[in-house]
């Protein structure tokens, strides 16, 4: 005897069969399972945020107001309310009040971009979804073009910066000090790339690579060798040699990963 289920149709009934050969239908094209909708409020808040990225919203451009939001998008304002709460929480907008006041698209600090990767890569590699080889590699990838560009961009403040610190790696006693003028050095030579970018990114992967790990054989010859790798590659970006100084700096964190030992 057939078997029936009951549903609805623009006709009445249908029959079982015509059912399940529908659900096997859309079970083929969308997968077993479809993903569920976004609350109303991420939609919201999605919708926005790509009107960031896009352009289309810039820094400094007031939102309307949370009424006229509601009206846009079709949904409540405790909708649009939460909605900015998200995109506030995530620095994208901020509000004032007063008779000036509203919400407005904030204005991104290098600083903050910086400080927020960092904190995003020390939160992975802790959970080691970013692996001690991955930063080293990233670190490569960061700094030996920014050699390069440096020996073309400089400007005489950048050297001159830089043989101050190569004197103060000199004086420097103790680990956390001599790290510290390592890494400022390096600081140095991006910058001196003048692309402000890559200073976002590389400073971040040697701080979080600095905390995660020590490398080993830090005794005086292995201070003295960083700081001779450094003259070098100071004096190669000085003379705007771009390729001797990207080589350079290759070696020198080539030398630098070996001091991390196997932990990669």
Same mark, same amino acid.
């Not at 289920?5 to 059912?19: I, M, Y």
């Not at 600083?111 to 979804?129: N, R």
């Given at each position: ?28 094209l ?17 919708q ?8 289309s ?17 079709? =949904? ?12 506030? $929480?995530?620095?994208?907008v @901020? ?24 904190? $995003? ?8 979804? =970013?692996s001690?080889? @991955? ?48 890494? @400022?050095f ?23 690579l ?5 490398? @080993? ?8 060798? =960083? ?19 990207? $080589? ?8 630098? %990963? %070996? ?6």
């Amino acid at each position: 005897m057939r078997q029936y289920v009951v549903g609805k149709t623009n006709g009445g009934e249908v029959e079982g069969d015509a059912l399940v050969a529908r659900s096997k239908a859309r079970e083929a094209l969308f997968g077993p399972q479809v993903g569920k909708v976004r609350p109303a409020y991420q939609q919201v808040a999605d919708q926005l945020r790509d009107l960031i990225l896009d352009g289309s919203l810039g820094s400094g451009d007031r939102l309307p107001a949370e009424s006229e939001l509601a009206e846009i998008f079709g =949904v409540s304002r405790s909708t649009v309310r939460e909605a900015l709460r998200a995109l506030a $929480s995530r620095d994208l907008v @901020n509000t004032t009040r007063g008779t000036t006041g509203g919400t407005f698209i904030s204005r991104m600090r290098f600083d903050q971009v910086s400080d927020y990767l960092e904190t $995003s890569l020390g939160l992975m590699s802790g959970a080691d979804d =970013v692996s001690l080889a @991955n930063l080293l590699e990233a670190r490569e990838l960061l700094e030996v073009p920014a050699a390069g560009l440096a020996a073309l961009r400089h400007e005489q403040h950048h050297i001159d910066e830089m043989r101050v610190m190569v004197e103060r790696e000199n004086q420097a006693r103790g680990r956390g000090r001599k790290f510290r003028d390592h890494r @400022n050095f390096h600081g140095l030579v991006v910058e001196a790339s003048s692309n402000r970018l890559l200073g976002v990114m590389a400073e971040p992967v040697f701080r979080v690579l600095q905390a995660r790990a020590v490398p @080993n054989g830090l005794g005086a010859t292995f201070w003295t060798s =960083v700081t001779e790798d450094h003259i070098e590659i100071l004096l190669r970006i000085e003379a705007g040699d771009s390729v001797g100084a990207s $080589s350079s700096m290759k070696e020198h964190l080539a030398k630098l %990963s %070996s001091a991390y030992g196997d932990g990669c």
